[in-house]
DNA sequence: TCCAATAGTATCCTTTTAGATACTATATAT
DNA sequence: ATATATAGTATCTAAAAGGATACTATTGGA
């Protein structure tokens, strides 16, 4: 059997989700709910506001997040995951858990 | 709470999994178990030797594969998962999964 | 003696991704 | 009239990832 990558499904997933930020961003809104840009960028340390928006665009562009536009002056925009995107919760919590695990063992196969 | 990506461990898990080649290698040792690098060079349509032999190289790395020489002419070289490489079946075939449901809803929208 | 088969290396080039830095629009408060 | 706050753009540069292509070592067999 022969295959290509753009064929395969877990190489489509990965490129949903990658990108230097787009994890955090995920996980911030899962758990947050609903963040302002600005508070998005407090919290994504050394983020320029470029790959901030560049990054929330993306996510936005899979449907996994939405943006909410409130019309005052200074202006007040609102990220916040979409339902959908928290169908994606079962695989970064297990991303984690792995993770976690990968380091430990990392860290005792130096020690030997 | 501030982070940065380096602090984020499914952006660990990510940074392991992600090459454009590595999935699919994943994949082919998971359900096959072992194959020679001629097969992968078959099997992984448009690779280059290089990109190959860098993927295959990463995974050992992380002790996702591992690589056995047989001392012989022609050279022989088999690439197997490792029992710990399997631990990452259950997280790529729910990404499968979702990928797949991904695909039929970006399809369901543009039909609207 | 020369060729075939296998598992790679080596070198150079292109594309993609990310970082640094400066700039913009605009209603409101002073 | 000016400064302020917010959510971005624009432009240029650097680094990482990937692609094309040619080359190598080895030895058993014709």
Redesign the interface.
């Known amino acids: 059997?022969?295959?290509?990558?753009e064929f395969?499904?877990?190489?489509?997933?990965?490129s949903?989700?990658?990108g230097?930020?787009k994890?955090?961003i995920l996980?911030y809104l899962m758990s947050e709910g609903t963040m302002r840009y600005g508070e998005l960028k407090?919290?994504?340390?050394?983020i320029t506001p470029k790959m901030l928006t560049n990054q929330l665009r993306e996510l936005e562009e899979?449907?996994l997040i939405s943006r909410e536009v409130y019309r005052e002056v200074p202006p007040k925009v609102e990220y916040s995951i979409t339902e959908?995107g928290m169908?994606?919760k079962?695989?970064?919590d297990?991303?984690?858990e792995?993770?976690?695990?990968?380091?430990k063992?990392k860290l005792k196969?130096t020690m030997d």
């Open positions: 059997m022969k295959i290509k990558p395969c499904k877990v190489h489509d997933a990965l949903i989700l990658v230097k930020w994890p955090i996980l407090k919290a994504l340390v050394g899979e449907g959908y169908t994606l079962p695989i970064l297990s991303m984690h792995w993770s976690m695990e990968h380091k063992r196969n």
